[in-house]
């Protein structure tokens, strides 16, 4: 029986309300209310927005876990782990709660301050405050999403805030229209300032400095293609956890009674532990002393040892087992504050090291714009070489009062171009910038990551026109993209205009870029198209960082909203969106003239093999590629520009190392190979054999028909699967799928286990003599199912209403009590066990199939399929089942509550570390983390090489691919890398030639053509089908027929109506019979 007093609530998850629900407002129109009290704007003090909310916080869901943290106001933080799962997966809930808790102010709204208030806002704060003191101009248009026309004049806090709170109804947003005073900012974990003289900045800065606690102070200035941050977290600022990155551990093979203690793990995974690394060991049979938890410091690190300071040669002699844990340690950094740092600013963070140089110019180069502020009360004007020379004299002096670190040269020209933009705010800076300062916020509010210190400076002249610049092409034309002509000229802006371009996919990544070339005037030309494709529909995870999403707009069509919301951005923007997976069989949406069209393709994709076919298309029609990632705090771009750099395909990472499958099967010894076993398990019980079922009662001829032809094991156990399912594991009732979960626990988690002990007992020895339970083999422990263990009841629970939805079975509403359902489970009678000594189990390592074969294996199947018949005729005509697609994002399914019991089980078994649903999620739905910062980040940096790509005469020195990691932080910024030249004769080529043969020639021109390179073609193939062989005589008979007939009769191809030519693959040899690698041969027919 089950505990009276015990509870199965939480185990019943309740449908989650969005959060405009949840407060009892219509989530479209939910309208924004001044709070009672206040004064007006227009009298100059603070005015509060916020959405009417009952209690405080409205995430409102039932978070999975009972671990809450209280707020401020004593009431428990909860966490939306549906909205939020992606950014749990990179901060964790500690982290999630101390931004639940954090207020923040952001001063200067205009393109940057945006940017950082929207990653924010997303990410989930508990409060944004917004100050500033002027007024929308048509200027802020070229950097700032939030404004549109209708909004100039307005004061930019107040214009904000609709928009801003669309993206996040939980974070309270407010408005300071005043000047800040030291007072304003006690309020706040953090303040943010991108817009605020240095004089200011100082006072502000000794303010927060000395506050008890510190506030940390962020000054970040976007001018131009010019950028810098400060960060001052305060005199003591504790990192909890400098790089996100799990605790390494290793495997344990041996310990030696030594001084120094060498210490050496099994070869299954190379080992990550550096010098200086402090570990505790656990779980070591033998020399128990060291499982004393006590961190030790490891020396001469190698991939399979290292050795440890400690002398052991008197502890018990190791025997097996052992796990070592890397320990991860708080690291405290002593903060300077902006007075004494902008004299001694240390060492700046560099971003690209062919401009190490760079960082000491720039430092002076900023302050010396603020004394040209302060001194003129304006900005240089755009092309004025008077008021750069008067810049660059404001640097000289300032260079010339200094005592050390004196500059020895000025590079006026860079001074120049900083002077030229100084005003302008450009939107790819601002996203970039806003991914970089947002993250920063981050750190100062949770301690998570290291923080920026203290000083970064980053510039991208190379995106500059490569023509030089008419000062009257620089004018004001009184447009949106002003600031922008302001850089780039009116030229380079027609160009953008009238470009075409294709964004494929509209996930995180593409909702940024559609924002970013948008605000840029990309595509808003009358010759400019822009065309965005995705096959995927809004989920609530999407919301948290694909902005151009709201609550309301879950179901639809992700490339549809994406570029209805970009619209509104800029209505300019000429834009087709489409629900096509980009693939071969769209081969007709996206045909021959579509590509040969574009400008550039940038890819906003999510996994290799999409990024793999882009890549492919584009080489072929020689077209631009901007490629970008993410993953957690980092992310990289690749450019990869016709005949200038590599290919996107042409290096790629090695695959990840997979588990062997004995090892998943029989001898896990961790918990991914536990997770990766249950979704196995999971598929293979509710969506495959269910589906096979259906396959066999909708054409039970042809189906056996096929199974008999097939005659192996893998066709036998299927066949058995299938009896199985239908006749004794058939579930007509919820107690039969009661019993059926109840005898599933039994065989997974106790007979299975009893079995393999009994083949292989902890005693047991391989023919070599060794431990056959050695590292990293665990040896495991059969579960004695029990009521009172709400862990294996969740797994009952979950198993039978899960069976019961592919039986169609309604779910009765006594599981909701637990008193019921352990009633239930106990009139389950589960038989004895008795281990069998022929049982085979795999150990293999290099094993693909757990399935034997036999020689009876056609015999069997003959068997299995009489059973089927007879079994068939019980059923009732139109029977079917309903096979459950695994369905990782709602918590209301029951998928991961079975997953993530089948896992944890298994790991009790085993003496592994269980997890939380939540972790289970992560890893058994193969969640890839994502935060919106590194993803602003990422396509602010792509799009400053789309001003490159589209002025079109840069050269490869001018490009740069980026790996950066907010979370360290690292900037690794470098040219690309040239393709491989390949050169016969006179000639050379790359992998981006692709030679074109016109006229529809016949076999023996297409030779003839070859020939007058001096190059012998001996082998002519379409796809699979060989069209042409120098050593087969019968081929010599295709000699005057058309390449295009032979392509139709020889390789039976259906050539479709828009397709111009087609494609051959030609082995070709020189006149020294050496093989030489030619390009792609295209041959046009119309």
């Not at 000794?206 to 810098?228: M, T, W």
């Not at 400690?310 to 502890?315: A, K, L, M, V, W």
């Not at 005592?403 to 590079?411: A, F, Q, V």
Request: net charge negative; glycine share 6%; hydrophobic share 40%.
């Amino acid at each position: 029986m089950v505990n009276s007093n015990s509870s199965l609530d939480f185990m019943l998850p309740v449908k989650r309300t969005t959060t405009a629900a949840a407060l009892g407002v219509d989530s479209e129109s939910s309208s924004l209310k001044k709070h009672h009290g206040l004064a007006s704007a227009a009298s100059g003090t603070a005015v509060t927005y916020t959405i009417n909310m009952a209690g405080g916080s409205s995430n409102g869901s039932n978070s999975a876990t009972n671990d809450k943290s209280p707020t401020s106001d004593g009431k428990p933080l909860e966490i939306d782990e549906d909205l939020h799962s992606r950014q749990l997966a990179v901060y964790g809930r500690e982290t999630m709660r101390r931004l639940f808790a954090s207020n923040i102010l952001i001063s200067g709204l205009q393109g940057l301050g945006a940017e950082i208030a929207k990653n924010l806002i997303l990410a989930g704060v508990k409060s944004v405050t917004l100050h500033d003191e002027g007024s929308v101009e048509l200027w802020d248009l070229s950097s700032s999403f939030i404004f549109s026309e209708e909004d100039l004049g307005k004061n930019r806090a107040l214009a904000s805030v609709p928009k801003l709170q669309e993206l996040n109804n939980s974070v309270v947003i407010s408005t300071l229209i005043t000047e800040l005073t030291k007072d304003d900012l006690s309020d706040f974990q953090a303040v943010v300032f991108t817009n605020l003289s240095l004089e200011k900045a100082i006072e502000f800065d000794d303010y927060c400095h000395k506050h008890q606690p510190p506030i940390a102070f962020i000054k970040s200035e976007v001018r131009g293609l010019f950028g810098n941050v400060f960060c001052d977290f305060g005199p003591e600022f504790t990192v909890f956890d400098v790089d996100g990155e799990d605790p390494h551990t290793g495997i344990i093979a041996s310990i030696s009674n030594d001084n120094p203690a060498l210490v050496a793990c099994v070869d299954d995974e190379r080992l990550e532990f550096q010098d200086g690394d402090l570990v505790v060991f656990s779980e070591v049979r033998g020399m128990a002393e060291l499982n004393d938890g006590k961190p030790r410091k490891i020396k001469s690190a190698r991939p399979y040892s290292f050795t440890i300071e400690e002398d052991t040669t008197n502890y018990s002699a190791y025997q097996r087992g052992g796990i070592v844990t890397q320990v991860k340690e708080p690291k405290v950094l002593n903060f300077k504050p902006l007075r004494q740092a902008l004299k001694d600013p240390g060492d700046y963070l560099l971003s690209d090291f062919s401009k190490f140089d760079r960082p000491p110019l720039l430092h002076l180069a900023f302050q010396a714009l603020d004394k040209f502020i302060a001194e003129f009360g304006r900005f240089p004007f755009a092309g004025s070489e008077q008021d750069a020379e008067k810049l660059i004299a404001l640097v000289t002096d300032i260079n010339s009062g200094q005592s050390d670190g004196r500059l020895e040269e000025i590079d006026h020209k860079l001074l120049k171009n900083f002077a030229f933009g100084a005003k302008a705010v450009l939107n790819p800076m601002a996203a970039m910038f806003g991914g970089i300062v947002g993250q920063e916020v981050v750190k100062a509010c949770s301690g998570k990551f290291h923080p920026l210190f203290q000083f970064f400076y980053f510039d991208s002249v190379e995106s500059l026109p490569s023509e030089p610049l008419d000062p009257d092409d620089l004018k004001a034309l009184n447009c949106r993209y002003d600031a922008q002509i302001s850089v780039f000229g009116s030229k380079l802006q027609k160009k953008l205009e009238d470009a075409k371009v294709f964004i494929v996919g509209s996930g995180a990544l593409g909702c940024e870029f559609l924002k970013n070339v948008a605000l840029m005037g990309v595509c808003c030309g009358d010759e400019g198209k822009l065309t965005i494709t995705d096959d995927d529909v809004i989920e609530k995870s999407n919301l948290s960082r694909q902005f151009l999403f709201r609550d309301w707009n879950i179901g639809q069509a992700k490339s549809t909203v994406a570029a209805s919301a970009a619209a509104l951005i800029n209505p300019r923007l000429h834009v087709e969106a489409l629900q096509n997976r980009a693939s071969p069989e769209t081969e007709n949406v996206f045909d021959d003239t579509f590509w040969e069209n574009l400008s550039v393709v940038i890819n906003a994709l999510d996994n290799v093999n999409a990024r793999l076919y882009i890549d492919q298309r584009c080489l072929y029609f020689q077209k631009p590629l901007l490629e970008s990632g993410t993953l957690g705090a980092k992310c990289n771009t690749q450019m990869v520009i016709p005949h200038l750099t590599e290919n996107y395909g042409a290096s790629r990472d090695p695959p990840e190392k997979q588990a062997p499958m004995c090892t998943v099967h029989s001898f896990p010894h961790n918990i991914d190979h536990c997770l990766t076993w249950a979704r196995s398990e999971f598929e293979g019980l509710l969506e495959k054999t269910p589906t096979e079922v259906n396959a066999y009662l909708s054409n039970p001829n042809e189906y056996t028909s096929t199974m008999k032809n097939a005659g192996d094991a893998q066709a036998r156990d299927t066949l058995e699967r299938v009896l199985e399912c239908l006749d004794k594991d058939r579930c007509d009732t919820f107690q039969d799928c009661i019993t059926w979960a109840r005898f599933k626990f039994e065989d997974y988690f106790a007979n299975r286990v009893k079995q393999l002990t009994y083949t292989f007992p902890e005693d047991a020895a391989t023919s070599s003599g060794a431990p056959f339970w050695s590292a990293p083999k665990r040896f495991p422990r059969a579960l004695q199912f029990s009521n009172y263990d709400l862990s294996h009841l969740q797994f009952v629970l979950a198993g039978a209403i899960l069976r019961a939805e592919v039986f169609g079975i309604p779910i009765p509403d006594f599981v909701k009590s637990p008193e019921k359902l352990g009633d239930a489970v106990d009139k389950v009678i589960v038989p004895d066990f008795l281990p069998r000594k022929d049982v085979k189990i795999v150990t293999d390592e290099k094993a693909t199939s757990l399935s034997t074969a036999s020689v009876d294996d056609a015999v069997i199947i003959d068997e299995l399929v009489l059973k089927l018949e007879t079994c068939r005729k019980k059923l009732a005509p139109g029977y079917k089942m309903n096979p459950i697609q695994f369905e990782k994002d709602d918590d209301t399914n029951y998928h991961m509550d079975l997953i993530a019991g089948i896992a944890n089980m298994r790991a009790r078994n085993y003496g592994i570390p269980e997890v939380d649903k939540l972790t289970a999620k992560f890893i058994a739905g193969r969640i890839i983390p994502a935060i919106a910062t590194s993803t602003a980040m990422a396509t602010g940096l792509v799009c400053l090489e789309l001003y490159k790509v589209l002025d079109g005469h840069h050269k490869l020195e001018d490009y740069r691919n980026t790996f950066a990691n907010l979370a360290l932080p690292l900037f690794s910024m470098a040219e690309p890398v040239p393709p491989k030249v390949i050169k016969h004769q006179d000639m050379s080529w790359t992998v981006w030639d692709r030679w074109i043969v016109k006229d529809n020639p016949t076999l023996r021109e297409l030779l003839q053509w070859l020939k007058n390179k001096g190059l012998n073609a001996y082998s002519i193939s379409f796809g699979s089908c060989l069209l042409f062989n120098s050593m087969f005589p019968r081929h010599k008979e295709r000699m005057d027929r058309k390449m295009v007939d032979l392509v139709k009769d020889v390789a039976k191809a259906e050539v479709p109506s828009y397709r111009r030519h087609f494609d051959v693959v030609v082995a070709c040899e020189d006149d020294e019979d050496n093989d030489v690698d030619i390009p792609q041969l295209s041959i046009y027919f119309k």
